[in-house]
């Protein structure tokens, strides 16, 4: 049996190589992904980057306590950040706090103000019908109507019918409006005794504001129809299913979102309509609906739509056949589950009684998250430098494999920041920074049980090779234990926890799970290639691994035992 186990033994340490080629084929890919990527370096946070932090806490109408609830609050997340990308930021960070708090990052180059402005008010939610509506920078001339939405940013292909009434498959209009803006306005079935008049200066200015509207550009979008109260006429923009977008003159608005009461994303396999938006009005919606579709329903393409406008913009604009007086509305079209699930989403937020109130607005200079950036590094190098000295002291040789896996562990943490920032938006910040200077104590741990467990097989007797294999299975239990309990740790802290703190959970479990990745595919297979070389082997004095510095014990040997007499009766005479 002694062969066979000599023969795994061997086979063992023949394969060091291998995981050595593994770990820099990681590390050689890892990086070029990284460069291939064009993230060359990890996505900073606002405390290092600089910008504005944004308090917002939910404060919800009274006896409706309920509506401030995970799923509505992560609704409004989303639409926050539909909010901030439209102003062009292209790293915000929006997240929740706690049941009701919502935190908005905004970096640097953002006008602070237009950001507050934007992310603090309550969702506006208006159906209103459309007088008139183009293709974004095409003629003055209006174009026929787009077809059929697949997305919930809608165009006339959606149709609403009531709930109760099987839908057709909706076809696009293709009546072109064949007259001019103003005669749109004037031909309006639809007006509100408040609404703009027509015809005058401010029907003139309402024509020059449509015409000179570009909804292809951002600024544009963010401002059309700034001011508008619910009884004007105003402008605005949507994106149909083609991605082109559109403008549109909207008349006042007849129903609003709080006359929603409830709204979510079906699959009608019935009709064979596939996915649709059903709606269900309260009371005083439903009288309200029903008016402003008995009106739709008699006017010629485009006329007979209305648009449901969430925050100034157009996210769907079906069209009606007839007055829907059901209480309930279904919008058919070429939706998927995605799109109707974003469009019930608005329709149901716009609903809510709930508003957002802002608590605190803390303006972080990059200057200032520079120097505590800098002062950090400071602590990690100082910190660093009095491991490495620790190490070149007391294990001498060995404190170059150390020093080397601590190498492969910071190349490796680096690419992965520099990847996860664009893959799942990780920001390094602050206290993510912390986290990868404790980690250099964790990675440090690791080498030291290890390298420990080695000297104590040496000082039993044993040469080094076999002690680097012996030493291995009890070091690697307390590797994983001790791992396991940091990993344990930084999980729990990232789960009960939000905003930075969670930086320096994740960073602290990432580096973790690195050590372990190092110290088996690294440490470990450079010790067992090293062990073959005369400078370890023979246990040179600046090696680290001199068996009489270590007080090692004489080799061991084994003497023969005097064979013990059989038990039994013993014979009073021999005795």
């Known amino acids: 049996m002694a062969a066979p186990k000599k023969g795994r033994s061997a086979s063992a340490q023949s394969k060091p190589g291998r995981s050595l080629a593994l770990i820099l084929i990681a590390i050689a890919a890892l990086t070029g992904g990284m460069f291939a990527s064009g993230h060359t370096t990890p996505r900073l946070g606002i405390d290092l980057a600089g910008g504005t932090s944004i308090t917002l806490r939910a404060v919800a109408e009274p006896g409706q306590e309920s509506a401030i609830n995970k ?11 539909r909010r901030v990308n439209g102003l062009g930021v292209s790293e915000a960070e929006v997240q929740t706090q706690g049941d009701r708090n919502i935190i908005v990052n905004i970096p640097k180059g953002t006008n602070s103000k237009e950001a507050r402005d934007q992310v603090g008010t309550t969702a506006k939610l208006y159906f209103r019908p459309v007088i008139a509506t183009e293709v974004a ?107 082109q977008w559109q403008k549109y003159i909207l008349g006042p608005a007849e129903v609003d979102g709080t006359d929603v009461d ?56 079906p069209f009606v056949r007839q007055a829907l007086t059901g209480g309930n509305a279904e919008i058919s079209g070429n939706f998927n589950q995605e799109s109707a699930q974003a469009l019930a989403n608005m329709l149901s937020y716009g609903a809510l ?32 430098g009095l491991v490495v000295i620790y190490l070149l002291i007391y ?89 396991f309990v940091s990993f344990l740790a930084a999980a729990v802290l990232f789960i009960v926890t939000v905003g930075k703190v969670q930086g320096f959970a994740f960073t602290l479990g990432l580096t973790t799970l690195l050590d372990v990745v190092v110290v088996f595919l690294f440490t470990k297979p450079l010790l067992t290639i090293l062990a073959r070389t005369k400078f370890f082997g023979n246990g040179h004095p600046w090696s680290g691994l001199d068996p009489k510095r270590l007080g090692a014990k004489p080799p061991l040997r084994r003497t023969r035992r005097p064979a013990s007499p059989a038990a039994g009766p013993v014979d009073p005479k021999e005795a």
């Not at 799923?71 to 950040?81: G, H, L, R, S, Y």
């Not at 079906?266 to 609906?289: C, I």
């Not at 303006?363 to 998250?369: D, I, K, R, S």
């Open 262 to 317: 409830k709204a979510q994303a079906v699959l009608n396999t019935q009709t064979g309509a596939g996915w649709t938006v059903t709606m269900d009005f309260t009371n005083g919606g439903s009288k309200k609906f029903a008016a402003i579709t008995g009106k739709l329903a008699k006017n010629q393409s485009p006329q007979n739509q209305f648009a449901i406008v969430l925050d100034g913009e157009v996210v769907s604009d």
């Open 395 to 483: 294990y001498r040789g060995l404190s170059v494999i150390a020093l080397l896996s601590l190498l492969v562990s910071a190349a490796l943490t680096y690419t992965l920041m520099a990847l996860l920032g664009p893959a799942i938006g990780f920001a390094l910040n602050l206290p993510a920074v912390c986290g990868a200077i404790v980690a250099i104590g964790i990675t440090a741990d690791s080498f030291i049980v290890y390298f420990e467990r080695v000297r104590d097989e040496i000082r039993e007797g044993r040469s080094l090779r076999p002690a680097v294999e012996r030493a291995w299975p009890r070091a690697r239990r307390t590797i994983l234990v001790s791992d």
């Open 137 to 243: 920078g095409a003629a003055a001339t209006p174009t026929p109507s787009p077809s059929a939405s697949s997305s919930a940013s809608g165009s006339s292909g959606d149709e609403a019918t009531d709930k109760s009434t099987p839908s057709g498959t909706p076809s696009a209009s293709s009546t072109t409006q064949g007259r001019a803006v103003t005669d749109a306005l004037k031909a309006d079935s639809t007006p509100s005794p408040s609404a703009t008049p027509t015809g005058d200066g401010a029907g003139s200015k309402l024509e020059a504001q449509y015409a000179a509207l570009d909804c292809t550009k951002k600024s544009a979008r963010a401002k059309a129809g700034d001011g508008a109260k619910p009884t004007d006429y105003t402008v605005a923009c949507g994106q149909n299913s083609s991605g």
């Open 353 to 384: 009684p709930l508003t957002f109130q802002e608590d605190s607005v803390t303006t972080v200079t990059a200057a200032l998250g520079g120097e505590q950036l800098h002062a950090g590094l400071i602590a990690g190098a100082i910190g660093l």
């Open 71 to 81: 799923t509505n609050m992560d609704t409004a997340v989303d639409i926050m950040e």
